[in-house]
């Protein structure tokens, strides 16, 4: 029900200040070591929005005029029309809306092709990515982290290590908002509620100087945008009351009440809890949700056991009481948006943050987070008693074609990073978004390590080949902030009644991917390596450095010696190398690039207390060296081991884990590595080698070869693609190594390789077909 009309504004009038309490935005009331609460002197306007955007900076803010007494504080509820204005003012739909009227009708958005992805195109644009962490980064002195991120030093640094664009990963304000109160975010600043930087991280000054640094080194900027989901912001709050088209940004339903007493008790202190199995059976039984779902992300018993929550009591603007129960497919604090309600409020609040990142903020990229989770149905009338449809949904695929349309209307290009089947990620790319982030040979070749066999990889990639998927399509990365991923949702679920074969045995796809998840959980975790953790059901929290020292064998971190460290360096490398000499992106991230370790548990007692445990992997770093007496970072994490010292010092070490990096990095640009074809993943004769046969954009056909073992390895290399009579020349050296001979059908020659090695090759003197 719309609200009452609020008084004329008065576009001079100054708003109301005064000094109240304003948490430090970040994790800080979930963990006090991040940060305390502190005072502020804040105006009402601004607590939220320190700089309003330039070029789209609203024409007149509407204001209230008061009557009466100015006397603090106002009452924050529905009835007040103060808090009411103050919410939509600080509203990401309100933001949304001038967005839309400001770009509505200029010729800039006709100006682009929009309606095919075009994947080598956003490679061409950045092939090698730095992924950020901005709650990790140490920065020098009262530096913060888009300055030090747009920084000269670093991005020289980036330039001669081969980097091309920096992901910023969330920046924006997150969390929540409780009477006048922001809340700490709950997942990382992954639940947005705001288009505003967040001012721990730095302004919309710093924004833009860092993309002009990166610009003038070549490079691109990549911002986030969340379609799946909202922090309980100012627009949380106002669907809550109800209030014009705010609840149709959100699967909401107002539960009757004649119907509260299937809802249950919210405890005091907390403004919604979780539904169990049974109050979720309940309300749907009685009508008014589609109750359960394919799967419980981040399920937990007692804190997350389905995808539902209740809220407590609200009033709406004319004091009438609601109670409502609304969908979350992550966090209770990450309510879902609604991609399908007549008022289409969420479509308009997604696009509105995505042209407000690439218009106002200048990025060139959108990583769209969560972004297969956009459709839901119920089950249909002859699945009696089954799950809602909520993965793989149509709608989710009409979504994303929208999004991604809309976001190269205006010259830019998106990703999504969301653990999907192959047969999903086909779906999507075919007219969503340009890129999909690689979780499907991610923890295989995290596998192949572990166990020094490459079978499930090669298996994985030939699965790939045979569905369609494009391996230019993909972001291949590294550690990331999220744990080493091993849901292995193809295997698991879309294709858990295939059989497939492995190692001689044959296995249903559920099967299979339980034997992988126990092979990583007995290798990677648990006694074997008590420094890494397991997340939930989802994965195992590492960095990529602690994979490595489980699969060498090492169960105590504080037992590595400097002659550990060229072994850990090395296969460092071959991981690297795996993930960058292919089609795609490759990506990594701080951790990586300093060789970072995992921080002990006791450091981050209060952040994994609910189990998260994916905090020990996010430790703090310092990439340029820039506060080496830095035991935190800015927002309070602890500082991590690391291995291999700050960039600097790095790149003057040829060999250094970034010097070598940079040499193979600018290899694979010189010869178009990134935007290449996938044509073959050959049989070798030794289990622990892995071969790509790829076509580059010229015509030519390049191989990579690793070797996942500490161990000499020779293997004959066997393919269809390899023309007999055709010269193999090794690209780093420019020598000839071997000439491939007939083999039957094939052709076929020997390669040989170190510990832990990597070859490109690439054949030439190709003899004419016949």
Same mark, same amino acid.
């Given at each position: 029900?719309?609200?009452?009309?609020?008084?004329?504004?008065?576009?001079?009038?100054?708003?109301?200040?005064?000094?109240?309490?304003?948490?430090?935005?970040?994790?800080?009331?979930?963990?006090p070591?991040?940060a305390?609460?502190?005072?502020?002197?804040?105006?009402?306007?601004?607590?939220?929005y320190?700089?309003?955007?330039?070029?789209?900076?609203?024409?007149?803010?509407?204001?209230?005029?008061?009557?009466?007494?100015?006397?603090?504080?106002?009452?924050?509820v529905?009835?007040?029309?103060?808090?009411?204005?103050?919410?939509?003012?600080?509203?990401?739909?309100?933001?949304?809306?001038?967005?839309?009227?400001?770009?509505?009708?200029?010729?800039?958005?006709?100006?682009?092709?929009y309606?095919?992805?075009?994947?080598?195109?956003?490679?061409?644009?950045?092939?090698?990515?730095?992924?950020?962490?901005?709650?990790?980064?140490?920065?020098?002195?009262?530096?913060?982290?888009?300055?030090?991120?747009?920084?000269e030093?670093?991005?020289?640094?980036?330039?001669?290590?081969?980097?091309?664009?920096v992901?910023?990963?969330?920046?924006?304000?997150?969390?929540?908002?409780?009477?006048w109160?922001?809340?700490?975010?709950?997942?990382?600043?992954?639940?947005?509620?705001?288009?505003?930087?967040?001012p721990?991280?730095?302004?919309?000054?710093?924004?833009?100087?860092m993309?002009?640094?990166?610009?003038?080194?070549? /490079?691109?900027?990549?911002?986030?945008?969340?379609?799946?989901?909202?922090g309980?912001?100012?627009?949380?709050?106002?669907?809550?009351?109800?209030?014009?088209?705010?609840?149709?940004?959100?699967?909401?339903?107002?539960?009757?009440?004649e119907?509260?007493?299937?809802?249950?008790?919210?405890?005091?202190?907390?403004?919604?809890?979780?539904?169990?199995?049974?109050?979720?059976?309940?309300?749907?039984?009685?009508?008014?949700?589609?109750?359960?779902l394919?799967?419980?992300?981040?399920y937990?018993?007692?804190v997350?056991?389905?995808?539902?929550?209740?809220?407590?009591e609200?009033l709406?603007?004319?004091?009438?009481?609601?109670?409502?129960?609304?969908?979350?497919?992550?966090?209770?604090g990450?309510?879902?948006?609604?991609?399908?309600? =007549?008022?289409?409020?969420?479509?308009?609040?997604?696009?509105?943050?995505?042209?407000?990142?690439?218009?106002d903020?200048?990025?060139?990229?959108?990583r769209?987070?969560?972004? @297969?989770?956009?459709?839901v149905?119920?089950?249909?009338?002859?699945?009696?008693?089954?799950?809602a449809w909520?993965?793989?949904?149509?709608?989710?695929?009409?979504?994303?074609?929208l999004?991604?349309?809309?976001?190269?209307?205006?010259g830019?290009?998106?990703?999504?990073?969301?653990?999907?089947?192959?047969?999903?990620?086909?779906?999507?790319?075919?007219?969503? =978004?340009?890129?999909?982030?690689?979780?499907?040979?991610? =923890?295989?070749?995290?596998?192949?390590?572990?166990?020094?066999?490459?079978?499930?990889?090669?298996?994985?990639?030939?699965? /790939?080949?045979?569905?369609?998927?494009?391996?230019?399509?993909?972001?291949?990365?590294?550690?990331?902030?999220?744990?080493?991923?091993?849901?292995?949702?193809?295997?698991?679920?879309?294709?858990?009644?295939?059989t497939?074969?492995?190692?001689?045995?044959?296995?249903?796809?559920?099967?299979?991917?339980?034997?992988?998840?126990d092979?990583?959980?007995?290798?990677?975790?648990?006694?074997?390596?008590?420094?890494?953790?397991?997340?939930t059901?989802? @994965?195992?929290?590492?960095?990529?450095?602690?994979?490595?020292?489980?699969?060498?064998?090492?169960?105590?971190?504080?037992?590595?010696?400097?002659?550990?460290l060229?072994?850990?360096?090395?296969?460092?490398?071959?991981?690297?190398?795996?993930n960058?000499?292919?089609?795609?992106?490759?990506?990594?991230?701080?951790?990586?690039?300093?060789?970072?370790?995992?921080?002990?548990?006791?450091?981050?007692?209060?952040?994994?207390?609910? @189990?998260?445990?994916?905090?020990i992997?996010?430790?703090?770093?310092?990439?340029?060296?820039?506060?080496?007496?830095?035991?935190?970072?800015?927002? @309070?994490?602890?500082?991590?081991?690391?291995?291999?010292?700050?960039? /600097?010092?790095?790149?003057?070490?040829?060999?250094?884990?970034?010097?070598?990096?940079?040499?193979?990095?600018?290899?694979?640009?010189?010869h178009?590595?990134?935007?290449?074809?996938?044509?073959?993943?050959p049989?070798?004769?030794?289990?622990?080698?892995?071969?790509?046969?790829?076509?580059?954009?010229?015509?030519?056909?390049?191989?990579?070869?690793?070797?996942?073992?500490?161990?000499?390895?020779?293997?004959?290399?066997r393919?269809?693609?390899?023309?007999?009579?055709?010269?193999?020349?090794?690209l780093?050296?420019s020598?000839?190594?071997?000439?491939?001979?007939?083999?039957?059908?094939?052709?076929?020659?020997?390669?040989?390789?170190?510990?832990?090695g990597f070859?490109?090759?690439?054949?030439?003197?190709?003899?004419?077909?016949?």
């Amino acid at each position: 029900m719309e609200g009452p009309e609020l008084s004329e504004p008065i576009e001079e009038h100054e708003p109301y200040t005064d000094t109240i309490p304003i948490p430090a935005p970040g994790v800080a009331d979930t963990y006090p070591a991040v940060a305390e609460a502190v005072e502020h002197e804040v105006n009402f306007d601004e607590a939220f929005y320190p700089a309003r955007p330039r070029s789209l900076r609203p024409k007149a803010r509407r204001r209230l005029s008061f009557t009466g007494s100015l006397t603090p504080p106002f009452e924050p509820v529905a009835t007040n029309k103060a808090y009411v204005e103050w919410l939509v003012n600080h509203s990401m739909l309100g933001d949304a809306k001038t967005m839309a009227r400001q770009l509505s009708g200029q010729p800039e958005m006709w100006s682009q092709a929009y309606a095919s992805p075009h994947p080598r195109g956003a490679v061409d644009t950045a092939s090698v990515w730095f992924t950020a962490y901005p709650l990790s980064q140490i920065t020098g002195d009262g530096e913060s982290f888009l300055a030090g991120l747009g920084s000269e030093a670093l991005w020289s640094a980036f330039a001669r290590i081969g980097i091309r664009a920096v992901h910023t990963g969330p920046v924006k304000l997150a969390g929540g908002i409780s009477g006048w109160k922001q809340t700490p975010s709950i997942d990382g600043h992954f639940d947005r509620i705001s288009m505003t930087i967040d001012p721990l991280f730095g302004n919309e000054d710093d924004y833009r100087s860092m993309h002009a640094s990166a610009a003038a080194h070549g /490079g691109t900027v990549i911002d986030d945008l969340v379609p799946a989901h909202t922090g309980k912001g100012a627009d949380f709050r106002l669907a809550e009351m109800n209030y014009r088209d705010y609840p149709g940004v959100y699967h909401m339903i107002d539960i009757p009440q004649e119907a509260w007493h299937l809802l249950p008790e919210v405890p005091p202190g907390r403004d919604s809890v979780n539904l169990d199995a049974e109050a979720e059976r309940r309300l749907k039984d009685a009508g008014y949700i589609i109750g359960e779902l394919q799967r419980v992300i981040f399920y937990e018993p007692g804190v997350k056991e389905t995808n539902w929550s209740a809220t407590a009591e609200v009033l709406d603007t004319d004091g009438e009481p609601h109670r409502w129960v609304y969908l979350h497919y992550f966090k209770d604090g990450q309510p879902s948006i609604n991609w399908l309600d =007549p008022t289409f409020a969420g479509m308009r609040l997604v696009m509105g943050d995505a042209l407000h990142a690439l218009t106002d903020l200048g990025a060139g990229g959108l990583r769209l987070d969560a972004n @297969g989770f956009l459709g839901v149905e119920r089950a249909s009338e002859d699945d009696e008693g089954g799950v809602a449809w909520s993965e793989g949904h149509p709608l989710s695929v009409a979504a994303n074609q929208l999004i991604g349309s809309m976001v190269r209307k205006v010259g830019g290009f998106t990703f999504q990073e969301l653990n999907l089947s192959m047969d999903a990620i086909r779906a999507t790319s075919a007219a969503g =978004p340009d890129l999909s982030y690689d979780f499907v040979t991610r =923890p295989a070749y995290q596998h192949a390590l572990a166990m020094a066999d490459t079978g499930f990889l090669r298996l994985t990639l030939r699965e /790939g080949l045979g569905i369609g998927i494009d391996q230019a399509s993909l972001v291949h990365a590294l550690q990331n902030h999220d744990e080493l991923t091993y849901e292995l949702v193809h295997f698991a679920t879309v294709h858990r009644g295939d059989t497939y074969r492995l190692g001689g045995v044959d296995y249903l796809g559920a099967d299979l991917a339980e034997k992988i998840r126990d092979d990583l959980r007995r290798r990677i975790a648990g006694p074997a390596a008590p420094y890494n953790a397991i997340f939930t059901q989802n @994965g195992i929290a590492s960095t990529t450095a602690s994979v490595i020292t489980a699969s060498l064998g090492i169960s105590d971190l504080s037992t590595i010696t400097d002659e550990d460290l060229p072994r850990i360096r090395d296969a460092h490398l071959l991981l690297a190398a795996y993930n960058a000499l292919q089609p795609g992106v490759f990506a990594l991230s701080g951790w990586d690039l300093v060789g970072a370790l995992p921080v002990d548990r006791d450091d981050v007692a209060e952040l994994i207390s609910g @189990g998260d445990t994916r905090w020990i992997e996010r430790g703090a770093f310092d990439l340029m060296g820039s506060n080496p007496d830095a035991a935190r970072s800015a927002s @309070g994490l602890p500082r991590a081991r690391t291995l291999y010292g700050p960039l /600097g010092a790095q790149l003057e070490d040829p060999d250094s884990f970034a010097s070598r990096l940079a040499s193979m990095l600018h290899l694979r640009e010189a010869h178009g590595i990134a935007t290449g074809t996938l044509l073959d993943v050959p049989e070798p004769d030794d289990h622990a080698i892995l071969v790509l046969v790829n076509r580059l954009a010229i015509g030519a056909v390049q191989l990579s070869v690793f070797n996942f073992s500490e161990r000499d390895v020779a293997s004959v290399v066997r393919s269809a693609e390899l023309p007999a009579g055709a010269t193999v020349v090794d690209l780093g050296t420019s020598e000839e190594v071997a000439v491939v001979e007939a083999d039957g059908e094939a052709g076929s020659f020997e390669v040989r390789l170190r510990p832990f090695g990597f070859q490109a090759l690439i054949l030439k003197d190709v003899p004419a077909s016949e």
